[in-house]
């Protein structure tokens, strides 16, 4: 059985979003406002939030500054991870990141199959682990987001989860 277990504590874990994008401020970030919404819903916290540019070096700086945050226990990206030149989020994820987590993107292209048919093939939706930090990127659309988080990430980031959960883990993510 699988589902949240009322019996166990919630322990809210801190946040850091990111929006890549050439052409999104703050004003209109959809994307990064729901992401905002949805984590602080589920009872998270937000503990910073960046808009950058499509650039690997800028991502790759920001992650790495929120990697060796220890006020910072997850990374969501949105956006950069298509198929344009310009789209560089997952090699900015692959200077990064020690342990990939292959199932979020198969998962997340799997669940999108079904809002998206086979466009969802364009996406690079990935994840990993750095430095005990978990990082996930995921598209710019704001469905995507919502999609990601509400059927993958929230239930993940719920130490309520069973039979298994990312939070659970967090402890353990820096043994040698």
């Avoid at 916290?45 to 500054?65: A, E, H, N, T, Y």
């Avoid at 298509?82 to 997340?108: M, N």
């Avoid at 710019?140 to 130490?159: F, K, Y």
């Amino acid at each position: 059985m699988f589902g949240i277990d009322e019996s166990r504590p919630f322990k809210p874990v801190h946040l850091a979003i990111l929006t890549v994008s050439d052409t999104r401020t703050f004003e209109n970030d959809a994307s990064g406002d729901a992401l905002v919404e949805r984590v602080t819903t589920a009872g998270h916290s937000v503990v910073d939030r960046k808009l950058l540019r499509d650039d690997v070096p800028s991502i790759v700086g920001q992650l790495r500054v929120w990697i060796d945050d220890p006020n910072v226990d997850v990374v969501i990206v949105t956006g950069g991870t298509g198929l344009t030149g310009r789209d560089v989020t997952p090699e900015a994820f692959a200077a990064v990141v020690e342990k990939e987590i292959p199932g979020f993107g198969e998962l997340f292209r799997m669940l999108s199959y079904k809002s998206i048919g086979t466009s969802t093939i364009q996406s690079r939706a990935t994840a990993g682990v750095a430095k005990g930090t978990y990082l996930f990127a995921v598209p710019g659309s704001t469905s995507a987001c919502r999609e990601a988080w509400d059927d993958i990430l929230r239930p993940q980031l719920d130490s309520r989860h069973r039979p298994c959960n990312f939070v659970e883990l967090l402890p353990r993510l820096r043994e040698v």
